[in-house]
């Protein structure tokens, strides 16, 4: 199967930011496994659901073309993940490089023959952008009508 990867996240109301890592990491591996976490993940460490249920999650990130697979997880261990799914590389966005949580995973993941590769995070897009946006639109109505990022 050659080059398994691996990434994850919540895709919730699914952006360019979201695309661009999925392409970023499909073209570092010839098979690419992608993470959608579940409802009850989300809500455990952000406290609050996502507006999309898990199962609609994973058929959007499924019907990506650079998607081999996509998965439900009930857990952000990487470990437990890669104990579950086997592969080779970890893709994250650069944004979260050099942080506790990161170093930890480099180091543990690093003692079974994991890579951690840091990908470049789009600048000016987030779910939490996205949400903010579509509350002052609702809240000022359809004057505020703005593109939430600039190409």
């Given at each position: 199967?050659?080059?398994i990867g691996y990434t994850d996240g919540v895709f919730d109301l699914f952006h360019i930011g979201h695309l661009n890592l999925i392409r970023a990491a499909k073209k570092r591996c010839d098979h690419l496994i992608v993470g959608v976490h579940s409802d009850a993940v989300v809500e455990g460490y952000k406290h609050q659901r996502p507006i999309v249920s898990d199962h609609d999650r994973r058929q959007i990130v499924a019907s990506i073309r650079e998607v081999?697979?996509?998965?439900?997880?009930?857990t952000r261990d990487?470990?437990?993940l890669w104990e579950k799914y086997h592969f080779d590389v970890v893709f994250i966005g650069d944004d979260w490089k050099n942080t506790e949580r990161w170093k930890h995973f480099e180091a543990v993941l690093g003692q079974v023959?994991?890579?951690v590769e840091y990908l470049p995070y789009t600048?000016?897009?987030s779910t939490t952008l996205l949400r903010q946006r579509i509350m002052q639109q609702h809240m000022a109505g359809p004057a505020e009508d703005q593109p939430i990022r600039k190409a």
């Open positions: 199967m050659g080059v081999d697979e996509a998965v439900i997880n009930e990487k470990l437990a023959g994991v890579r600048h000016g897009v």
